[in-house]
T-cell receptor, first 111, second 112 residues
Framework: QKEVEQNSGPLSVPEGAIASLNCTYS??????FFWYRQYSGKSPELIMF????GDKEDGRFTAQLNKASQYVSLLIRDSQPSDSATYLC???????????FGSGTRLSIRP | DAGITQSPRYKITETGRQVTLMCHQT?????MFWYRQDLGHGLRLIYY???????DKGEVPDGYVVSRSKTENFPLTLESATRSQTSVYFC???????????FGDGTRLSIL
C-alpha cells in the first residue's frame, strides 16, 4: 500500500461546477496535510494546508481532513479552465522530517 | 528576490560525466530536499537535509551525492551520469516541523 494514495484521473469537470479531489494516507501519526497544484512543465505550487480535523476554506478552495478515516480532500468551487492541472496531496509523516507526496490527480475543466 | 532558485534550468550531458545541480534558498529554512519527477512516478525523494552538515537518503538515492556546508545551499551531484537519470529535478525547502515545502522552478536534465 502506498503511503499517500490519489486517483490518477483524469477527472473531468464542467466549468462552474465543484471539483472534488480525494486522498488517503496510511500513517496514523501524520500531522500536516498539504495540497499542491502543478501545471504542466512547472513546479508544484502550494495552494492549501490543513492541520486539524474539519474544513478549511480559502477563496474557492476548501480542504477537508478526517484523521479517523485517514482521508483528506480538496474542493474547488466555481471551477475555471485555469484550474486544469495536476493536484498533489502531501502528508507529513509521524517523524515530521519528510513530506510524502501522492502521485497526483489530473484535473481537466471543460468549458 | 527572496525564494529558492535552481541552476541550471536546462542541462544536456553525456553518460559517464559528472554533473552538479545547484539549489539556493534565501529563507534560512532548516530543511532542504531534492526530488526527481518522471512520467508515471510522481515526485520521488532523492536526498534531504535537516540542517547544515546533516543529510539523509530518500527513496531513490543511488547514483547521487549531496552536501550541505551552508544552510542556504544544497547541491546535488550525479557522479557518473546514466541515461536513467534523465529527469526533471526539483529542489524544495521548508522551515520547522509541519510547515509546507516550497519548490524551485526545476532543472530539466537530459543525459545522452
Amino acid at each position: 500500500q502506498k503511503e499517500v494514495e490519489q486517483n490518477s484521473g483524469p477527472l473531468s469537470v464542467p466549468e462552474g461546477a465543484i471539483a472534488s479531489l480525494n486522498c488517503t494516507y496510511s500513517d496514523r501519526g501524520s500531522q500536516s496535510f498539504f495540497w499542491y497544484r502543478q501545471y504542466s512543465g512547472k513546479s508544484p505550487e502550494l495552494i492549501m494546508f490543513i492541520y486539524s480535523n474539519g474544513d478549511k476554506e480559502d477563496g474557492r478552495f476548501t480542504a477537508q481532513l478526517n484523521k479517523a478515516s485517514q482521508y483528506v480532500s480538496l474542493l474547488i468551487r466555481d471551477s475555471q479552465p485555469s484550474d486544469s492541472a495536476t493536484y498533489l496531496c502531501a502528508v507529513t509523516g509521524s517523524s515530521a522530517s519528510k513530506i510524502i507526496f501522492g502521485s497526483g490527480t489530473r484535473l481537466s475543466i471543460r468549458p | 528576490d527572496a525564494g529558492i532558485t535552481q541552476s541550471p534550468r536546462y542541462k544536456i550531458t553525456e553518460t559517464g560525466r559528472q554533473v552538479t545541480l545547484m539549489c539556493h534558498q534565501t529563507w534560512s529554512h532548516s530543511y532542504m530536499f531534492w526530488y526527481r519527477q518522471d512520467l508515471g512516478h510522481g515526485l520521488r525523494l532523492i536526498y534531504y537535509s535537516a540542517a547544515a552538515d546533516i543529510t539523509d537518503k530518500g527513496e531513490v538515492p543511488d547514483g547521487y551525492v549531496v552536501s550541505r556546508s551552508k544552510t542556504e545551499n544544497f547541491p546535488l551531484t550525479l557522479e557518473s551520469a546514466t541515461r536513467s537519470q534523465t529527469s526533471v529535478y526539483f529542489c524544495a525547502s521548508r522551515g520547522e516541523f509541519n510547515q509546507p515545502q516550497h519548490f524551485g522552478d526545476g532543472t530539466r536534465l537530459s543525459i545522452l
